[in-house]
């Protein structure tokens, strides 16, 4: 029996490629034998020689109640007693989407999925098939979820060493079209010259994997209105922000309204899960209504779908977000004062911890971040029992069960990490 981190990590290696069945595991941004996880409750994991952390990382996004909440759990159980798929409809997908659009207006009708990726990729088929346009303006820097024509090309394709990600069809490049966050010239530019044939531009509202990067005042609100002047589709990827920075995601905070939304990790409080909506003009493309074919197995299975319901009720009760924009203040304002080049960029519940002289507005900024440091710095926490993504490109998440007293023994090991 393999009782350390290090003996099953290395086993996991023998039969997984990078021990990991997702890249950023393996911490090659921070070096190191992963600790391999084997419980959470609450903001809290335990790895499997027993040693505890308070979990910074909440999954990379969906734990927004954190581990095993009992209404989750009551609500599974009950699913895997009942019937955990039937592969036909049922009542629970009804509560599910009613929660989805009343929390996000703008998706009149909704498709539910298994993951981010499974949304954005069918969302772009949605604005191809509706527009009869084949291209696509994405911004680089801004993730998507393992998408053949957004994760092959760009910085994406460039960390792996070539102008196209290996193995990925070379047609898919030529899709893509790449502009500059926060750029809005950069996005008229290609539309004045490409419009005819743009189905859609995507953008993730508040990018997540560039060390979370906050939008200009103007660069959303000037997106929508560059798109409705050149016809062309303005696609939010909410995957990360989505239930996370407001219930109704970054569109509610900034008050714009995209046509088409993609949807995944807080949606379903730890459940594999994605959705897709928008316009009912639009989504009456997908099959069987339309022409637009998206199918899965798992679609809606019920134990994602009442689990989910279980969650955003618990997501809609009043003050909810209130209590985590106040959490999130009270970290970021005792953590700001720690180092001069210690940048802390947070949206409620969601939070870029990193070392560089200023903040990352595109993604030409994150040339100044000092990774080495962060290397250093992440193990002296992990150490202390403090669990971070391991990539400082990524953000971090901050969940309802954390605690005051939680964040105050988080800013103290910070302290002490930084000397
Ligand atoms: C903004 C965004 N979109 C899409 C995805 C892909 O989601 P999934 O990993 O569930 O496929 C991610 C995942 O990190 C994401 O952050």
């Known amino acids: 029996m393999k009782t350390t981190n290090s003996e099953l990590f290395s086993a996991l290696c023998a039969r997984i490629p990078g021990g990991v069945n997702s890249p950023f595991r393996a ?14 409750q609450g903001a809290h994991v335990w790895d499997v020689e027993g040693k ?25 159980r009950l ?6 798929v039937f592969g036909a409809s049922t009542p629970w997908e009804l509560e599910f989407v009613e929660a989805i659009t009343s929390a996000f207006p703008s998706m009149e009708k909704v498709r539910l999925v298994n993951s981010g990726a499974e949304a954005v990729a069918s969302a772009l088929r949605v604005a191809r098939g509706a527009s009869g346009k084949p291209r696509i303006v994405k911004f680089e820097g801004c993730y998507h979820g393992h998408v053949e024509c957004l994760d092959s090309v760009g910085l994406e394709a460039e960390e792996l060493g070539g102008a196209l990600a290996l193995g990925a069809s070379p047609g898919c490049a030529a899709e893509t079209i790449i502009a500059h966050f926060n ?23 508040i990018p997540g ?23 062309v589709l303005l696609i939010f990827d909410e995957v990360l922000s989505g239930c996370r920075v407001a219930r109704g995601g970054a569109q509610e905070l900034f008050g714009i309204r995209p046509d088409l939304t993609c949807l995944g990790k807080a949606l379903a409080g730890g459940m594999p899960v994605g959705a897709y909506g928008g316009k009912t003009e639009l989504m009456d493309h997908v099959a069987p209504l339309g022409k637009v074919y998206q199918a899965g197995t798992f679609c809606g299975n019920p134990l994602t779908v009442r689990c989910g319901t279980a969650n955003l009720r618990l997501l809609a009760e009043p003050g909810v977000y209130a209590k985590l924009a106040v959490e999130t203040d ?4 005792s953590l700001a004062e720690l180092d001069p080049n210690l940048q802390v960029v947070a949206y409620p519940g969601m939070f870029g911890l990193y070392f560089a002289p200023g903040q ?20 002296r926490l992990l150490k202390r029992g403090i669990y971070l ?19 105050e023994r988080f800013v103290q090991v910070v302290r002490e990490g930084l000397s």
Request: with cysteine; glycine share 8%; charged share 20%.
């Open 27 to 40: 911490f090659q941004a921070v070096g190191g034998t992963p600790p391999v996880l084997v419980r959470g």
């Open 52 to 76: 505890e952390y308070l979990d910074f990382c909440c999954a990379w996004g969906p734990l927004m109640l954190g581990h095993s909440h009992p209404d989750l759990v009551a609500a599974g």
């Open 79 to 84: 699913a895997l007693e009942e019937g955990s």
């Open 183 to 205: 750029n809005l010239d950069s996005v008229s530019r290609i539309l004045e010259k490409h419009h005819h044939e743009v189905a859609a531009v995507i953008v993730e509202p």
């Open 209 to 231: 994997s560039m060390a979370v990067t906050r939008p200009e005042p103007d660069f959303l609100g000037g997106l929508r209105k560059l798109c409705d002047e050149f016809q």
């Open 330 to 333: 009270f970290l970021v304002s």
């Open 360 to 379: 990352v507005r595109s993604h030409k900024d994150l040339e100044q971040v000092d990774l080495a440091r962060y290397r250093s710095f992440y193990h």
């Open 389 to 407: 993504p391991p990539s400082s490109l990524d953000a971090a998440g901050l969940s309802l069960a954390h605690t005051r007293q939680d964040l």
